[in-house]
């Protein structure tokens, strides 16, 4: 369901219309503040503008390093899975092996 939020980021208000929570988006409101105040304090020049701009290049970087971690452990995951699927593949083809060997022998 939609509703309207407001956030200030960056000491300027913002009307959303969402259908995301208002929480959830207060914390990335004051994520997106938090990161605008460290650059601030080390850069007393920097408009709002320069400051919400760096701090959209720093997110997404940090979002590409997230991804390329997802996919680094989805690769480790697959290699991992793939190595116990041909060892268990290994032993079934050795056991069903001997059983034939031992279905064979007279007795």
Request: overall charge positive; cysteine-free.
């Given at each position: 369901m939609k509703h309207t939020v407001t956030l200030e980021i960056a000491?300027?208000?913002?009307r959303l219309v969402a259908d995301a929570d208002q929480a959830h988006l207060q914390e990335?409101?004051?994520l997106?503040?938090?990161?605008v105040a460290?650059?601030?304090?080390a850069s007393k020049s920097a408009s709002a503008a320069q400051l919400l701009a760096l701090v959209s290049l720093g997110l997404a970087d940090d979002l590409r390093a997230s991804e390329k971690k997802v996919r680094d452990v989805d690769q480790l995951a697959h290699?991992?899975?793939s190595s116990?699927?041909?060892?268990?593949?290994s032993r079934l083809a050795e056991d069903s092996s001997a059983h034939d060997a031992e279905s064979e022998a007279p007795g």
């Open positions: 000491g300027t208000k913002f990335l409101a004051a997106v503040n938090e990161r460290k650059l601030g304090a290699t991992a899975i116990v699927i041909a060892r268990i593949d």
